[in-house]
């Protein structure tokens, strides 16, 4: 409120008959407010959502100011405000141009890839559902889309970023700094650091560890983690 009164008193007041102390007065108060009230300003500039892409539709937008997380979040408009129905973590680079990515309305599908440049070299992949009916309707298109992206980037590597929706039951499986993650009715981790094994780390429902032999898992694929997850899943029963 001090902030408001010292920045509108003096517009408000030009023109009135005033003593000259208050004249004066009002000047001064102008000008600390201003310089008090520029910060403010600023760091609220920098706290407000960023508009990554968006659509007549959807919206992706980012968090900013200096607590924000790395997370993009994908958001359907409802007038002034943006209903989020999904979040993309980690997300970092910036605006998307429009070859980056695509809304697929018609198959209910969101995708994209982005190569950035901060810190190291990196990407930022992504197949997420827009309208879960429709995905689930075109999964034979959304796997195509999931393999396309998977194989045009090549072997994984530590700066890369992914994140994919599994159509059958929604599984979300997340590539990042060298592990694999993944979520629907269970939360596992697979990690390739050891050298002659592969270790799959269990959190929820149950807490378990296991490890297999490097050679007997084959691939890195969404599909094929997909299938190694639910096959030792079963085990855990």
């Known amino acids: 409120m001090g902030f408001i009164l010292g920045l509108v008193a003096l517009p408000l007041g030009n023109g009135l008959d005033k003593p000259q102390f208050l004249k004066w007065w009002l000047r001064v108060d102008f000008a ?25 539709e ?8 200096f607590f924000a997380n790395r997370n993009a979040y994908l958001a359907r408009k409802s007038g002034v405000l943006a209903e989020t129905i999904f979040d993309l973590h980690p997300y970092e ?11 697929d309305k018609e198959r209910g599908v969101f995708y994209g890839s982005k190569m950035y440049r901060i810190r190291q070299n990196g990407s930022r992949m992504w197949v997420i559902p827009l309208d879960r009916e429709k995905y689930a309707k075109n999964k ?9 992206l998977y194989s045009a980037h090549g072997e994984w590597i530590d700066n890369d970023d992914a994140t994919f929706i599994i159509p059958d039951g ?26 002659d094994s592969v270790d799959i780390y269990f959190y929820y429902p149950l807490s378990a560890e296991i490890r297999l032999p ?11 983690v997909h299938k190694l997850i639910k096959k030792q899943k079963g085990g855990l029963r």
């Open 32 to 56: 600390f407010t201003l310089i008090l009230a520029l910060p403010v300003f600023f760091i609220c500039s920098e706290c407000m959502p960023t508009t990554i892409a968006e659509d007549d």
């Open 214 to 224: 490097k050679d007997s898992v084959s691939s890195r694929s969404p599909k094929e």
């Open 58 to 65: 959807y919206i992706v937008y980012s968090d900013n100011g």
């Open 170 to 195: 929604f599984t979300r499986i997340d590539y990042t700094h060298g592990e694999i993650r993944l979520q629907d009715s269970i939360s596992c981790k697979v990690s390739y650091a050891a050298s």
């Open 93 to 103: 680079g910036g605006r998307l141009k429009s070859d980056n990515y695509r809304f």
């Open 140 to 148: 034979e298109y959304v796997y195509h889309l999931i393999d396309s």
